[in-house]
């Protein structure tokens, strides 16, 4: 058979049910074997939108997500999705297509090194030599991609190569487990934690796997430790529980960091310094200790350099935790209790204000009123993700995405409509703002053309506004972020998608509640007031009192 066959044949015995992307001629091969296979062919409007696309297929299944480009210039647009994926911890896989490398046809023409520019941002990378190893490779690939901590892969597959005849030998699939502590390690870490006075519970982005948000929960029924969040690790535990403080959106200075600052030990659950940190340890006497959870050992940061690591499976080393481990009589949550009814009363000033236009607390607050706990919201980047991180309550995990490791603009749209193919039954909502929207907004024509139900919401100030909330914080004049942006309205109508330009709170209400009911993707052109950003994440927070 041709080479090209045998690699979808292998990316098929892997499972693969999309690929996203844009094919160039030098994939021709492998397009044609792909149209004679079981996989859908997904094509994008920009190989960005595709990565970003099979990336968020990989952290909502934790299976692989694959796509796929051309040479050159295409392959080079897929390094921004090649970052997201490695550091968010989202298992993809990158396929490109390159010259033959056997005899040139075309000197160097729009040959770069693709590989060499992918091993950096990947956590494998090499081009195809002989057709003959594709199905190693690519079970290699898929177990590196899924392995913890899961990332980004890439197979380069020159088009000679893919023309290949070889011979049909694909590795079967085998399930692995995952080694967890020993049970002197467990007894340590149980120690640690019966010690403190006032341990507290925090959940990251690592937490966020099968399994571990039932553990994670019974363990906090059981000892009735306090627990709060980072971004990323919002849902892993219902955060309407009595015992959940809030979310850490910022590194220091918000609400969460009264309790922080009160902890002893903080029992740290799948955070790593790729993920912003939720606050900064301090390398000093009697300063608060940590005690790091996860698939893999911490790496000393200045930020961070946990006292003991628990390392292997999480959800199994909760367990065995929860099982060994005895509530204390001097354990002193009182201060975090209180703390938690004072952070609702706190992040809930804002949700009736009918100003117009909309302070972001209360588009945040519409949102969540209107969606069910299984709906999701996907989030690009920008000033907003602040206060969805704060006042959006996640009662199931994986239903806010944000991303808090690499933070890119133009990831909310394309990570949306993989939300909503990958969940069908779930109502999807993509918040961007007017920026990160205009990064990747030809792709509502590949949303409209795969026949989605998706509500997008533009948070439209006519700027930059993260930045520019970012200069004002620093004492900088206002400079150089106002933009003027197209009707957007009539932007969406002109993809065949449904626009909408509210005038005030209850009207937007009205129109979420019509959009994410009805079929079709419907945009939303959402005037947003900022002008409270700064008083409170800079002035107000910065001068809170943690005496309760």
Known sequence: MKASD???????????????????????????????????????????????????????????????????????????????????????????????????????FQIVDIVGMMKPMTKYAKQVVNGNNIPSMVREAFKIATTERPGAVHIELPEDIAEEEVEENIYPVRPYKRPYADKTAILDAVKMIEKAERPLLLIAAGANRTRIGDALTNFVNETGIPFFSTQMGKGVIDENHKLCLSTAALSADD??????????????VGHDVIEKPPFFMENEEGSTKVLHVNFFPSEVDDTYFPQLDLIGDIAKNVEQMTNA??????????????????????????????????????????????LDDKDIVTLDNGVYKIWFARNYRCAQPNTLLLDNALATMGAGLPSGMAAKMVNPDSKVVAVCGDGGFMMNSQEMETAVRLGLDLTVIILNDNAYGMIK????????DTYGLDLDNPDFVKYAESYGATGHRPQSCEEFEETLEKCVNGKGVHLIDLAVDYSLNHSILNELLAKKECLL
């Open 325 to 370: 481990i005895s509530k204390q009589e001097h354990w002193d949550f009182d201060y975090y209790i209180r703390l938690a009814d004072e952070i609702r009363t706190r992040l809930s000033k804002y949700f009736g204000d009918t100003r117009f236009p909309i302070l972001p607390q209360k588009a945040v607050r519409t949102i969540r009123q209107t």
């Open 469 to 476: 909330w970012k200069q004002t914080g620093m004492g900088f």
């Open 6 to 108: 045998l690699f979808v044949k292998a990316l098929e015995n892997e499972g693969v049910e999309y690929i996203f992307g844009i094919p160039g001629e030098e994939n021709l091969d492998f397009l044609e074997s792909l149209r004679k296979s079981n996989i859908k062919l997904i094509l994008t409007r920009h190989e960005q939108g595709a990565g970003f696309m099979a990336a968020t297929y990989g952290r909502l299944t934790g299976k692989v997500g694959v796509c796929i480009s051309t040479l050159g210039p295409g392959a080079t647009n897929f390094a921004t999705a090649a970052a997201y994926a490695q550091l968010g911890g989202m298992p993809m896989m990158m396929i490109t297509g390159q010259k033959p490398i056997k005899k040139s046809k075309q000197g160097r």
């Open 255 to 268: 609400f969460i960091h009264c309790a922080i600052e009160r902890a002893d030990l903080i029992i740290n």
